[in-house]
């Protein structure tokens, strides 16, 4: 079984619904990063997450603590006063709320409120109680990938296989959370997309998801509007694009420039939704709703005809003869002829014949704008 159709416990009208679900992020926060605290205000958040529902939102995300890289803690006090009216009034509303908090008393007058679901991006490391908490409200439980807070977690970006180590401080943490009493049919993934992992090593883990689908729980992608976005489409300084000297207009290479903000990251969070909806996500968490609940549909359809082509007996695409190798070979009138083409496998990503090996993501340099968050 796929690990997105595994069963979460707590969620059963968000089963067999054929597609990767959709998780839209209500900040209550003043110091967000991805919206500068515009949602800050109890009516002004309710009504945004009533905006997202409309969108095509399947679980609304209220948080009252940043954790942009940086950020100090909030106290819980704050936390609790900034999310719990909003949870009440969405979850009446018939919204399906989860509260993204690593806090177990919040987690627990969250819940009370109304919350069906805790979203920890600590994954229970940074309150020792979280684990008795869930296991008792018998709720769904995302529990991340996280290192250390965000004042520290950007100097805690050392790995040997970024993959591989994720995979495996995860799966130490499942087993951890189910010795202390979790259902692990409560249990949710989260690679922590940005967390401890500023720049180049969030794209393995996207690429990779299948690893993570290993562990045999559904998996919650949230690179929405992140710092990684931010540098693959950097600006220059100059204005954007630029001209070749044959006329050509040209594209600045990811990684020149001035980062994107935060909300022209939302096309390359839509692709992303889509790309993770397509290898397995369960669900990804966004800002902006409406083009990844398009994405992740698109995905779905696709997936669907893909499924129904290959019951009707046709031929996989990756078993079909190239065109380009079939004209080569044939000729432009049908003749054998001999090929003049490179093979594509002889190239690297640039076009130059491929000499030795070129450079792997765990040679590339990570980067850090300062200005986008995990959250």
Known sequence: MDARDAEVAGLPELSGTGRTLVMGVVNVTPDSF???GEWFEPDSAVAHGLELLGEGADILDVGGESTRPGAGRVPQDQELARVLPVIEALAARGAIVSVDTTRSA???RAVAAGARIVNDVSGGLADPGMARAVAEMGVPYVAMHWRGHSDVMDSLEMYDDVVTDVRDELAARMDALVGAGVDAAQIVLDP???????GALNWPL?????????LGRPVLIGASRKRFL???????ASGGSRASLSGETRTPRSGA???????ARDDATAAVSALSAATGAWCVRVHAVRASADAVRVAAAWERASGKAAEAGGVPAR???PRAAVSARSGPRGDVGE????????????GTDAGGLAPTWQDSQTCDDHGGSPR
């Open 34 to 36: 991805s919206d500068g």
């Open 106 to 108: 919040v987690a627990e």
């Open 192 to 198: 922590g997309l940005g967390f401890a992992k500023a």
């Open 206 to 214: 996207l690429a990779h998801l299948d690893a993570l689908g290993e």
């Open 230 to 236: 931010g540098h693959l489409l950097a600006r220059h």
């Open 257 to 263: 420039g001035e980062p994107v903000p935060p909300r």
């Open 319 to 321: 078993e079909r003869e």
């Open 339 to 350: 090929r003049t083409d490179k093979s594509v496998d002889s190239l690297t990503d640039d």
